[in-house]
């Protein structure tokens, strides 16, 4: 009995059920790491390839940038400017006698004639049914609540009031106009 | 005890004639033991190498996964990665961020013949890109049967696409770089250009070449594109209208030394810098490639005599209410002295300036003395060669030997030739509380003026604006005001040499001009080389009626970019600020 616990036993005699299960666990441990170094190898190589590429993207992209600028350069050199603005705008240097300083320097502007808006504002107010068409007499008409004489309109207490104010919405034909209207609607 | 030899027994599938062994495992004695033992050991050994081994392999793995990753992960870019194909020279570019020159891909095409299958459509392919090519030469090329021709440099992104387009086997390109200046001749001398292998030959380019090879972000330049479009086009009327040879010109910021503006006429393409000019064929090369403001050094003539004024001011050899004796031309030696605006009677230091009198400048720093005037003209950096960021400078011409006639002449700007820019950086010192600071070509961080030497005080520098105001409101340089920006100014015109001798017909017209005057921000300085009368001068080629009204002109239009506000002229405060003591009171004869 005790030779069997003596060195050497030949490993196959001694047990042969263990051996297997160690080697089916190396076998596994063995796969699975060379599955995953592969793995992990050729998901790093196709980074590297995406590194690359996304790379080459933005050198090409650099170089883009780089020819657009000088080429914009080029486009928007003050000779070019001049030269399209005397095509196409006419636009001077600014003379000092347009340059204010100061928001106090500018003058207010003399109150335009709003009476002469009147009747267009009128006319492109409520789509009235029943009111008469509007007669040239009716450039002093916003301030007599004479012509839209609308039953619902009348309801409201505050119509006249609405009246009153020249709401005008309608789109200035200049910018002297747009100032005019403006300065009516203080 | 025979448990083995048992179970062999057992087996049924043993071999027929196999043995078992006999007995028990034979327990080696002797040297077989001491055979075993060693064996035993050096597995053991061996194993345990392996062990430290895999052992340092598994803690290099568990650092670089848990502890340096990141370090790890730096070391990727030196395998297998694309390196960028970085621009030799940074860019170069103005205050405001426009380019000024910019170095671009420009792919050059060639061929090699032996691929080419078909020369004959080759040919008829590539002309129809390039229709400069002569057909019969690169059909030449094509059937040369070398390995390696060139059929174009340089070719645009536009070229190379279609030649892509052209699909010809045997067709290839090579990566070259190429400095491109959108701006053409706006700023040829101040950015300069490039040779082969964009190496800086001049200007900028030349002197900061290093700088512009180490860096990858663009140069910035103090220079502002739309001044010196301004800037240049005035110059290029002036010279128009006086049918002048050349012309030149700058702003500078008085307070900082920054020029922002820097033009000379005639001037060159820098992307072509050989090429003829198309207009104007007959001007030659070397001419256009001649920085007038750095490289050109002239007798600048009376402007020189705020110079003199400002010394005696500050010496205190003369005051404001000095006065001398102008009614008669000096003869010293063979040189006799006189007035071109003579006046004939005693003037008073204002009056000198005014009505620039050759005599009565003369007379003042014959009263100040030769050393006071070199030390003072060393002392602004007139006496040595202007330090800029570009490398064409020239030293200044003076006499080695400083006598009186030398002190008179020079009083009055003629014996002694500086450059423009040395000349501009000394009047910005003048007018800006006295001290003098390096000009720049590159921008300068925001923040306090860099600093400066005085040199010469602070209420010297301020009796120099008034004077200088009194030239433009009442003087030689009334045509020069631009009403709203206070401007004051001198204007000279000098006889140039000739030979030996000053060749009377031969002008040079100068006008420098400081606005704001009462509060000193921007100095123009114009000049004009051999400007001819016209009939709108009435027979004048002089720097009252040709490069002050371009300085008015120049003022008025870049004085908004600037952001200088006008003023009111006429306004209690801005009279008082520029009123002139000793004239108080007094009638200033119109001029």
């Keep these: 009995m005790a030779a069997v616990l003596r060195w050497p036993v030949s490993p196959r005699e001694r047990a042969t059920g263990v051996i297997k299960l160690s080697t089916l666990f190396w076998l596994v441990l063995v796969s699975t790491t060379g599955f995953a170094m592969f793995a992990v190898k050729y998901g790093v190589q196709s980074l590297e390839e995406e590194l690359n590429r996304t790379k080459k993207a933005i050198l090409a992209e650099e170089h883009a940038i780089r020819s657009d600028e000088a080429e914009w350069a080029y486009l928007t050199r003050p000779e070019t400017l001049d030269e399209m603005n005397r095509r196409h705008l006419s636009l001077g240097p600014i003379a000092t006698r347009q340059l204010r300083t100061t928001p106090t320097d500018i003058p207010l502007r003399a109150a335009a004639p709003v009476a002469a808006d009147a009747p267009v504002v009128a006319v492109a107010e409520p789509p009235v049914d029943s009111a008469p068409p509007p007669i040239p007499e009716s450039a002093i008409a916003p301030a007599s609540p004479e012509k839209p004489l609308e039953p619902a309109e009348l309801a409201k207490p505050a119509a006249a009031k609405a009246l009153a104010k020249p709401v005008a919405p309608r789109r200035p034909r200049s910018l002297d106009e747009l100032i005019a209207q403006v300065a009516a609607s203080r | ?591």
């Design chain 2, 1 to 591: 005890m025979t448990i083995a030899a048992q179970r062999f027994d057992e087996n049924p599938c043993r071999p027929r004639h196999f043995k078992p062994p006999p007995c028990v495992a034979i327990v080696p004695d002797g040297p077989a033991k001491q055979a075993l033992d060693a064996c035993r050991t050096r597995l053991f050994v061996t194993g345990g190498l392996f062990a430290l081994v895999f052992a340092v392999v598994a803690l290099r793995v568990v650092e670089i996964v848990a502890v340096g990753g990141g370090t790890a992960e730096s070391q990727i870019g030196r395998f297998r990665i694309v390196t960028a194909p970085v621009p030799s020279h940074a860019n170069i570019v103005d205050r405001n961020g426009n380019v000024l020159a910019a170095t671009l891909d420009s792919p050059s095409l060639y061929a090699n013949p032996k691929q080419i299958v078909d020369a004959g459509d080759a040919t008829r392919k590539l002309v129809k890109v390039f229709p400069n090519l002569g057909a019969a030469e690169v059909y030449a090329k094509l059937t040369s049967g070398k390995s390696f021709v060139w059929i174009k440099r340089h070719l645009t992104p536009a070229e190379q696409y279609s030649v892509n387009q052209l699909g010809v086997p045997g067709l290839e390109f090579e990566r070259e770089e190429r400095r491109v200046y959108p701006d053409a001749a706006l700023m040829s001398h101040v950015v300069g250009y490039t040779g082969i292998d964009n190496a800086g030959f001049a200007g900028v380019e030349r002197a900061l070449d290093g700088v512009l090879k180490e860096r990858r972000e663009p140069l910035q330049l103090s220079l502002d594109l739309r001044l010196q479009y301004i800037l240049h086009e005035e110059l290029q009327r002036v010279i128009d209208d006086f049918t002048a040879k050349g012309g030149a010109g700058l702003i500078m910021d008085v307070n900082s030394g920054e020029i922002l503006a820097m033009a000379s006429l005639p001037d060159f393409d820098p992307n072509h810098p050989a090429a003829p000019d198309p207009e104007h064929p007959a001007i030659s090369l070397a001419d256009r490639m001649f920085d007038r403001n750095t490289l050109g050094v002239y007798e600048l003539g009376s402007i020189f005599k705020i110079f003199t004024v400002a010394m005696a001011l500050d010496a205190g050899t003369s005051t404001i209410s000095s006065t001398y004796d102008a009614s008669h031309p000096i003869t010293i030696g063979r040189f006799t002295i006189s007035d071109y605006h003579g006046k004939h009677r005693v003037l008073s230091v204002p009056e000198i300036l005014m009505y620039s009198s050759n005599i009565g400048a003369a007379r003042m720093a014959v009263a100040a003395g030769a050393e006071r005037q070199r030390q003072f003209l060393a002392r602004l950096g007139l006496l040595k060669t202007p330090k800029i960021e570009i490398s064409e400078v020239a030293a200044p011409h003076y006499p080695a030997k400083w006598r009186e006639v030398n002190v008179m002449t020079i009083a009055f700007g003629h014996g002694i030739s500086v450059t423009p820019l040395s000349f501009a950086t000394a009047a910005s010192a003048l007018v800006n509380g006295g001290i003098l600071r390096q000009p720049t070509l590159v921008k300068l961080p925001a923040g306090p003026a860099p600093q400066g030497q005085q040199v010469i005080s602070e209420k010297t520098s301020e009796q120099m604006r008034k004077l200088m105001r009194l030239v433009v409101e009442h003087g030689t340089g009334t045509m020069a005001a631009a009403p709203g920006y206070v401007v004051g100014g001198k204007t000279g015109t000098a006889d140039k040499i000739s030979g030996r001798h000053y060749a009377e017909r031969k002008l040079l017209s100068s006008f420098v001009g400081v606005f704001p005057i009462n509060d000193p921000k921007y100095l123009v300085l114009t000049m004009v080389d051999e400007p001819h009368p016209n009939r709108q001068s009435h027979g004048y080629a002089t720097a009252g009626w040709t490069v002050a009204p371009a300085t008015s002109r120049i003022i008025e239009r870049v004085a908004p970019l600037l952001g200088v506000q006008p003023v009111d002229e006429s306004s209690p405060e801005v009279q008082r600020a520029l009123m002139v003591e000793s004239l108080q009171g007094k009638r200033i004869e119109a001029y």
